[in-house]
């Protein structure tokens, strides 16, 4: 079965804190996603991974595609940071679609 | 990076309109069109994918008369909810991936939603 899991579910810190969000899935993938969606619902593309790591600011993606696992990581995290981050996968099986995580709720405390 | 945007942002409707929403690439051109329902403090559920010129393809459950996409070209789709009931309220977001191109291959883009309030 197709299945994402993210944790944790809620996390909130302390401004300058280093975060980490954590994504695993059941079985292979040929993309995985990273977003965000700010209150008032937009959602941002933060990565695309296939492999790898990818860093953006003080955003940095990683995937380890034997261990079905991906973390999202924010440095010297801000109260702007705050958001719902999404971990979305395409599973190789299941054409064109995203699997959606359930999303971690962030929150960081000036 | 490539944009995605949608009209209107939010709209209110009386039980029984009909309201359309616009879904456009701004600086891509779009093959695949997805159309995402998200319920408060919920995950984004697909309600469709749309290919340009073809029928979209519904998710088990979503009903095809009610939920009209029209994906006439590779930069616009459309979402027209049709008979409006307050249960149709809802986030509304669509995302459009690019084959090839100038970004890279696959990626999707996703709109900054609609809201919708049927009173």
């Known amino acids: 079965k197709n299945e994402v899991e993210q944790s944790p579910q809620n996390l909130t810190a302390q401004e300058g804190e280093f975060i980490t969000i954590n994504c695993s899935y059941s079985v292979g993938i040929s993309a995985l996603h990273w977003l965000q969606q700010h209150p008032g619902g937009g959602i941002v593309s933060l990565f695309m991974l296939s492999s790898g790591k990818k860093k953006h600011g003080r955003l940095i993606a990683t995937i380890n595609i034997q261990e079905k696992h991906s973390s999202l990581h924010i440095t010297a995290s801000h109260p702007r940071d705050s958001a719902v981050y999404i971990c979305a996968v395409r599973f190789r099986s299941g054409n064109e679609k995203l699997t959606f995580g359930t999303g971690t709720r962030l929150t960081i405390i000036p | 990076g490539a944009v995605v945007s949608q009209h209107p942002s939010w709209v209110i409707c009386k039980s029984g309109t009909s309201v359309k929403i616009e879904c456009r690439s701004l600086?891509?051109?779009?093959?695949?069109m997805f159309w995402y329902r998200q319920f408060p403090k919920q995950s984004l559920m697909l309600m469709a994918t749309?290919?340009?010129?073809?029928?979209?393809?519904?998710e088990q459950g979503v009903e095809k008369d009610k939920f009209l996409i029209n994906h006439a070209s590779l930069t616009l789709s459309t979402l027209t909810v049709t008979s409006a009931h307050p249960e149709d309220s809802s986030f509304y977001i669509c995302?459009?991936?690019?084959?090839?191109?100038?970004?890279?291959?696959?990626?999707?883009?996703f709109g900054p939603g609609t809201r919708l309030t049927v009173t």
């Open positions: 600086d891509f051109q779009a093959t695949t």
């Open positions: 995302s459009a991936r690019e084959a090839g191109g100038a970004f890279s291959a696959y990626e999707q883009y």
């Open positions: 749309s290919n340009e010129g073809s029928k979209a393809t519904y």
